[in-house]
């Protein structure tokens, strides 16, 4: 087509419904002149109304001055004086483009596209596109403002649309635009327009605006076009989920195990503790108003009841599922999802969605493809023939560049009959997109079927690279095979097979036993050289990068580790480790890795005992895999099973074998004595571990023995033995260039220098580990550091910066659902509020975490909870209260031997004492607070200023004695006779 396209225009009245539930009558009467205002400029500037569409026009400007005509409209409306007119807002909207015309009418996308950006308007708005302003002038005076570019509900491409402006306009300023860009989301954008599907789309639409339905599962054979439906419902009522809509597709999903992982990556949530994923994942969706599309979940049917419990603990969430069969949960409601509407005959059949959907099709191969009239009955047999199935219609229309109708039908039918009478294992109800794979398939050389067969390994498609090394698919091969509607290529330019395509290519695949291992053996060995390519970068600056990297094949390297496991290829399973391990470890996803991980060590074990030739590489491999095991066992709270399997790898192989690793293990079993209270053999253990890692020169993994010693030195007490540990730790992993990894070395800096009282020090060191977290999208490591800086400020008795700061800390936990996170700045908001004198709110504030740290099992932060309470207990008058609190904080802090929270527990009995009448015994131990190693620093200037009170209430040398006496006593002897106290 050539010469100046037509535009197109939309208009409609902003807030119509309200306007006619209020003024019936009054609207009748607008409603006339307002059609006579748009008739009467639309035909002035050479333009022609189409057809009226319930308050507003579709109006197309073959040639003449659309853009004045917009103008003139929104002037002539501001201008209206009569009843309600002046209410009136008009949104306008302006695209041009070549669409097809069929009597007075035009059909297409751009008349699609110009609909979809009227309806992102707001009322007073005139909204044009590129093309519009390239091919008509626009009125002086006026100016464009720049509106950004928008992805439109109809998934198509990004849109660029301009606002115009005019100083005659009354409204200058609009929100945003109502497009999909408005609200969260990962809509996929589509090659294609929707087509169809009218009612369905009405169905859905009321069930999300049911409060009752809360989980609503589209179901229908594979190849109805659930998919695309889904997306397309969602992308309409995006409006009404203020936290967004996502899609999560689950075809090619290998465990049911990894489904907390999978929707996780789609809503870009990362796992933070060792607390079960789907707790956490649930956690993250409490408070959400959400929108979850979960596809293709058949196959997961166990996890039903996932869902169910989802659903419960997050009242806002709502979740929209497409299944070949329903979940049959007490919440589900059902909607059985068919072909598009197939004529019966050849009358009018361009209004049917199935023929649309043809003539589609048929263009992105033949663009100069139309329904003829000796097409229309073989369209329609076409479309009969797939009962009106999408993926049908799609691939038998990808032929019509090299037959006709006629012999497309033809074929399908031939399929079908051989299907019915030869094949009775192939369902009824797949077997019309059977007898269009059979014909797809014999329409290909051979060349492109062996490729398509070999594409069938690929899980959640593949990069052009992969193809090419895997299969020999080069890009013409690729283009011919996207021609015939066998791959569709993402917006991000990787390559997608329908899983019911890809089943069907395995089935040819499988035909040929030895050309199934081989790509199998091919396709196992570049995911492992793919994953060892990226070890390093997972280790240091490019960690995000190369984390989102195997994110994106996950699939392919889940299929890749379980071929390895299942058939023993020991050199990708050896390849592939440190990288799997490393990414399984940084995302959190630590059940998910000690799963891979003990299928390996089971069938290694069995290989062992077959392969005695082997035993000693195999020994080798164990061990990795052990240490690593242990470690994910660790992660997750199983303290006895990690140490026993960090046992097993230390014996695996002889001492002087593989220094690095034994050196990982006696560090991992550090950190389970450190767990189990030895601190002495846990010291013993990062000391021996530091040692062999110096002998082998790996300065980064020195940096981690040195923070491992600090912590233990900081959760002793021993603060200045904790601060050089952490700064030659820091000072080592900025040499080698962890900037992730100082991160958290800074904060460690800034708890000993808040310890220490050095409270300017600590504001630094927080403000700085910040500011790296915040760079690398460590949220959780931000809402932490946040909390720590909330201390500092209160300790300057700087209230309204620390509420800020743990308020800003608690939307941050909030929003990833980090309980102990919440719980932390709840309890600090708690402290804040009553140095405020505001010991009511303070105590619901400390219960409130009190109850999340039971829930967690966050043993250490019930202890400080305790403490608070029982301090504000005695500020508040109730002795009785105060003393059960830190009698209960006192005995959990003995257990779990942490010292600064036995002497911070004891600080608040001292003060409990005084007031008790009991201020010599306050003494002694206010005393032995001050004299202790382990004393926090605000712990001592809490004792000093008590201390200093009661000296004026008692002689001196009774002063005097009781501090002597307190000095010399043990803190476990002080704690254990206040709690046999009755």
């Known amino acids: 087509m050539s010469g100046k396209p037509p535009a197109f225009m939309f208009t409609d009245i902003e807030g119509s419904t309200q306007l006619w539930e209020k003024h019936p009558d009054a609207m009748k009467r607008a409603l006339v002149r307002h059609d006579a205002i748009l008739e009467h400029h639309i035909t002035h500037c050479g333009g022609r109304i189409i057809k009226h569409l319930g308050d507003g026009i579709y109006a197309v400007f073959e040639n003449g001055d659309p853009i004045q005509c917009a103008l003139d409209l929104q002037r002539q409306f501001q201008q209206e004086e009569r009843e309600i007119l002046r209410e009136l807002r008009i949104r306008i909207a302006i695209h041009a483009g070549h669409a097809e015309r069929r009597g007075d009418d035009y059909f297409g996308p751009v008349i699609n596209r110009a609909a979809r950006i009227m309806s992102t308007g707001w009322g007073g708005q005139v909204l044009l596109t590129p093309d519009a302003i390239e091919a008509y002038a626009l009125p002086t005076g006026t100016t464009l403002q720049d509106l950004g570019t928008h992805v439109l509900k109809d998934l198509s491409e990004p849109q660029q649309i301009y606002g115009l402006l005019h100083p005659d306009l009354t409204l200058q300023e609009f929100p945003a635009l109502r497009s999909l860009s408005a609200r969260p989301h990962n809509l996929p954008i589509q090659s294609a327009a929707f087509i169809g599907r009218e009612e369905e789309l009405a169905e859905i639409a009321d069930l999300l605006d049911d409060s009752g339905c809360r989980l609503l599962t589209l179901v229908g054979p594979g190849g109805t076009g659930k998919t695309r439906l889904a997306l397309q419902a969602a992308a309409e009522k995006i409006e009404a989920f203020a936290q967004g809509v996502y899609f999560v597709p689950l075809a090619a999903l290998s465990s049911k195990d990894a489904l907390a992982f999978v929707v996780a990556d789609a809503l870009k949530f990362s796992f933070y503790s060792r607390e079960d994923p789907e707790a956490q994942l649930v956690n993250y969706l409490r408070e959400k108003q959400m929108l979850l599309i979960l596809d293709n979940f058949e196959h997961l049917l166990e996890k039903a009841e996932f869902l169910a419990i989802l659903l419960k603990a997050a009242p806002k969430v709502k979740l929209l599922v497409t299944s070949m069969e329903r979940l049959n949960l007490q919440e589900e409601r059902v909607l059985d999802i068919h072909g598009l509407k197939i004529p019966q005959g050849v009358e009018g059949i361009e209004s049917y969605s199935a023929v649309q959907f043809f003539v589609q099709s048929a263009k992105r191969v033949d663009a100069g493809f139309s329904l003829s009239e000796e097409d229309k009955p073989h369209v329609v047999r076409i479309c009969q023939l797939v009962e009106g199935m999408p993926l049908g219609i799609e691939l038998a229309a990808a032929w019509v560049r090299l037959l006709p109708a006629r012999d497309i039908a033809r074929e399908i039918e031939q399929n079908l009959d051989f299907l019915a009478t030869k094949l009775r294992n192939v369902q009824e109800r797949h077997r019309s997109l059977r007898a269009v794979f059979e014909h797809s398939w014999k329409g290909l050389s051979e060349e492109e079927r062996e490729v398509f067969q070999k594409l069938s390994i690929f899980r959640g498609g593949f990069a052009r690279e992969a193809a090419q090394h895997l299969t020999g698919a080069n890009l013409p091969l690729l283009s011919a095979l996207m021609d015939k509607s066998l791959l569709r290529r993402s917006a991000s330019g990787r390559y997608l097979v329908h899983e019911l395509l890809r089943q069907y290519a395995e089935e040819r695949l499988k035909e040929s036993p030895q050309m199934y291992e081989q790509i199998h053996d091919g396709h196992g060995m570049y995911y492992a050289d793919f994953l060892e390519q990226r070890e390093e970068a997972l280790t240091w600056a490019r960690q995000q990068e190369a984390l989102a990297e195997v994110q994106e094949e996950l699939e392919n390297v889940r299929e890749s580790w379980s071929w390895a496991v299942e058939h023993g290829r020991q050199e990708a399973l050896e390849k592939s480790l440190d990288s799997l391990y490393l990414f399984y470890d940084r995302r959190s996803r630590f059940r998910e890795g000690m799963e891979a991980l003990e299928r390996a060590i089971i069938k290694l074990r069995e290989d062992r005992n077959e392969r005695q030739e082997r035993a000693r590489e195999i020994d080798l491999l164990l061990m990795k895999l052990l240490s690593r095991q242990g470690m994910f066992c660790y992660r997750l709270g199983l303290y006895e099973r990690a140490q026993r399997l960090l046992e097993e790898s230390l014996a695996a192989s002889p001492k002087g074998d593989a220094p690095a690793e034994r050196a990982l293990s006696l560090n991992n079993l550090g950190l389970v004595a450190e767990a189990f209270g030895k601190y002495a053999e846990a010291r013993r253990l990062y000391q021996e571990s530091f040692s062999l890692r110096r002998e082998i020169g790996d300065r980064w993994a020195m940096a981690l023995s040195l923070n491992n010693l600090g912590n233990l030195a900081y959760r002793l007490g021993e603060y200045l033995e904790a601060k050089q540990l952490y700064q030659e730790s820091l000072t080592m992993k900025r040499e080698v260039g962890d900037r992730k990894g100082t991160a958290p070395s800074l904060n460690n800096l800034g708890n000993v220098a808040l310890a220490l009282g050095e409270y300017q020090e600590a504001k630094q060191l927080y403000q700085e580990s910040i500011a790296i977290k915040r760079e690398i999208g460590d949220q959780w490591g931000t809402g932490l550091s946040l909390n720590n800086l909330g201390q500092v400020s209160e300790a300057l008795q700087e209230y309204a910066e620390a ?51 039971k829930e967690i099992g966050d043993r250490l932060g019930m202890v400080y909870c305790l403490i608070s309470l029982g301090e504000n207990a005695i500020d508040l008058g109730d002795e009785q209260a105060a003393k059960s609190c830190l009698h209960e904080a006192l005995r959990a802090a003995l257990a779990i031997q942490v010292i600064p929270a036995t002497l911070a527990g004891l600080g608040e009995v001292a003060k409990l004492s005084s007031h008790a009448g009991k201020a010599e015994q306050a003494v002694e131990v206010l005393a032995l607070i001050l004299s202790h190693p382990a004393s926090p620093k605000r712990a001592k200037e809490k004792a000093e200023r008590l201390l200093a009170r009661l000296e004026s209430e008692l002689p001196p040398d009774v002063i005097a004695g009781a501090q002597a006496r307190g000095r010399e006593r043990k803190l476990e002897e002080v704690a254990e006779e206040v709690l046999r106290e009755p």
């Open 803 to 853: 509420k800020q700061l743990y308020q800003e800390s608690l939307s941050i936990s909030r929003e990833i659902g980090d309980r102990k996170g919440i719980a932390s700045s709840l309890s600090n908001l708690g402290n804040e509020t009553a140095a405020l004198g505001e010991h009511a709110e303070a105590k619901r504030l400390y219960q409130e975490s009190l109850a999340i740290r």
